[in-house]
């Protein structure tokens, strides 16, 4: 179970390492030694809704617990959850409306690079907004963050 923001979350992790016996995955996945579910479902303010249970399955070429099985499955989110508040409000990725060709991905792929970029650079202590924003305004700032990663 897991308290925060007014919603309490419980979730229930099975693991198995017996999955031939109802489909042949590991014809698919070699190496796979864990299936993995994760049954969840959300009260908010003490109100349980229907539409917030969820069943998400896992394959891993890991032995796991449940216990390590539940962390990871954690960890995976809370990083892609960071990621994507970066890239969607910092980078404001969602309300980029190129589609033609792989200009999008290619696109993606220059943020991630910013991202990074602006994270590694230490000289200014601030969020990727204000380090966008004095890199935009400050060649010599734009200079240090090209420099800190090699690139000039």
Known sequence: EEKSH??????????????????NLSFDWQGM???GIIFSA????????????????YISSAQLTAEKFAHAAREHW??????????DVAMRED??????????????????????????????KAGLKR?????AMSTRYLSEVLAGCGVS
Do not use: P
């Not at 309490?8 to 109802?22: A, N, Q």
């Not at 959300?42 to 399955?57: L, P, T």
């Open 6 to 23: 007014g919603r309490m979350e419980t979730r229930l992790h099975i693991v198995s390492d017996i999955f031939d016996e109802f489909v």
């Open 33 to 35: 030694k864990t299936l």
């Open 42 to 57: 959300r009260m908010e303010d003490g109100v349980f809704n229907a539409d917030d249970i969820s069943v998400r399955y």
């Open 78 to 87: 809370a990083i892609e959850n960071k990621l994507h508040w970066k890239m």
């Open 95 to 124: 309300d980029c409306r190129i589609r033609r060709g792989n200009a999008a991905e290619m696109l993606t792929g220059f943020r991630h690079m910013a991202v990074n970029m602006l994270n590694n650079t230490k000289t200014f």
């Open 131 to 135: 380090k966008q924003k004095k890199a």
